[in-house]
C-alpha cells in the first residue's frame, strides 16, 4: 500500500498550515485588511481549513482503507502543532489566559509521553471519547477566540468554551492516567480499552 496517500497528503497540508497561520495571526501589517479581510477572520479561515483536513483524512482514511503506520504517526502530530500554535498566538494577541492555556498543553505532553511509553510495551492507546469531547471544544473555542477581537460576544463565548476544554482536558489525562497504570500493574491487561472495562467492573463492585 502507497504511504503517501490521498488521508496523508491532506495531513501534510495541515501541517504546512500552522506556519502560515502563525504568520497571519501574529505579524503586525500596515493595512488594517489582509486581501479585503481582518486577520482574524483570515486566522480563523486558516484554522477552519486545517480542522476541516483533520476530519476529512480521517474520514478518507477509513472509508479508502489507506490506515496506515505514516499517517497514524503524522495525524496527531499535525494536530498537536495546529492547536499548540493556534492557542499560543491566541495567548500573544491577549485572547486567552496563558495559564490556562499551558495547563491544557501541559495535558497534551503528559499524554503524549503515556503514549510513547506504552508504545514501547507495544500496547496501543486510542484515543478516549472525553478526548474526542476535547478536541471538538478546542476547534470551537480556538475559532471564537480568534473572532472575539471583531465580536465581543464571540471572545465571552470562546472563554467560556475554553474553561470547558480546560476542565474535560483535566479529566481525561485522570482517566488516561489510570487506565495506564491498570496496563502497568497487572500484566494480564493487554490494552486500554481491556483497562477500561476492568476499571468499570470494579467501580460497579464498590458501588
Avoid at 101 to 127: D, K, Q, Y
Avoid at 188 to 198: H, I, L, Y
Wanted: glycine share 6%; with cysteine; proline share 2%.
Amino acid at each position: 500500500m502507497c504511504m503517501m496517500n490521498l488521508p496523508n497528503v491532506l495531513t501534510l497540508v495541515r501541517i504546512f498550515l500552522v506556519p502560515l497561520l502563525v504568520v497571519v495571526l501574529l505579524t503586525r501589517f500596515e493595512a488594517e485588511l489582509i486581501f479585503g479581510v481582518h486577520k482574524e477572520v483570515l486566522g480563523a479561515a486558516i484554522f477552519g481549513l486545517a480542522a476541516f483536513t483533520d476530519w476529512l483524512d480521517g474520514y478518507l482514511a477509513r472509508q479508502r482503507r489507506q490506515v496506515t503506520s505514516l499517517g497514524q504517526m503524522m495525524d496527531p502530530l499535525a494536530d498537536k502543532l495546529l492547536v499548540t500554535a493556534a492557542l499560543v498566538s491566541l495567548v500573544w494577541m491577549e485572547l486567552a489566559a496563558a495559564w490556562m492555556v499551558w495547563v491544557i498543553l501541559g495535558r497534551e505532553l503528559a499524554i503524549t509521553v503515556f503514549r510513547s511509553m506504552a508504545h514501547a510495551r507495544r500496547v496501543s492507546i486510542p484515543a478516549s471519547a472525553l478526548g474526542k469531547v476535547k478536541m471538538v471544544m478546542q476547534i470551537v473555542a480556538i475559532l471564537l477566540l480568534m473572532l472575539g477581537n471583531q465580536v465581543q460576544l464571540f471572545y465571552v463565548l470562546g472563554t467560556v468554551a475554553l474553561w470547558g476544554v480546560l476542565i474535560v482536558a483535566l479529566v481525561s489525562a485522570a482517566d488516561y492516567y489510570r487506565r495506564y497504570n491498570r496496563v502497568l500493574s497487572d500484566p494480564k491487561v493487554a490494552d486500554f480499552e481491556q483497562a477500561r472495562r476492568q476499571s468499570t467492573q470494579s467501580s460497579r463492585r464498590v458501588g
